[in-house]
Nanobody
């Protein structure tokens, strides 16, 4: 089974930056990492979990409108590691951030329900 281990969360002041990392392991035949949707989601108290940035199976990238121009998602295929560079952070970015993986190839842009494997979450807090 795919396992995801996150790191990089913390507390910063508005305008600051954080870099989140997610190490993936446990892929077997039929679960090709380089062709698997991976992404970052976040959930604030009292709100629904929302997609922040997603790398689809064809390596196209989808960003939430609220983070475009500020966040950058990337992956190191050789190390099976996903990253989220977050710049110019705002208080409204405060949330628990989750790394997620679909686990297999999906022939379209991935949606939230496509993601079967989730990390434990890492807290990001942005103070004004």
């Amino acid at each position: 089974q795919v396992q995801l281990v996150e790191s990089g969360g913390g507390s910063v002041q508005a305008g600051g930056s954080l870099r989140l990392s997610c190490a993936a392991s446990g892929y077997t035949s039929g679960y090709t990492y380089s062709r698997n949707c991976m992404g970052w989601f976040r959930q604030a108290p009292g709100k629904e979990r929302e997609g922040v940035a997603i790398i689809n199976s064809d390596h196209t990238i989808s960003y939430s409108d609220s983070v475009k121009g500020r966040f950058t998602i990337s992956q190191d295929i050789a190390k099976n590691t996903l990253h989220l560079q977050m710049n110019n952070l705002k208080p409204e970015d405060t949330a628990m951030y989750y790394c997620a993986a679909a686990g297999w190839y999906i022939s379209r842009a991935c949606l939230k329900d496509d993601f079967r494997y989730w990390g434990q979450g890492t807290q990001v807090t942005v103070s004004s």
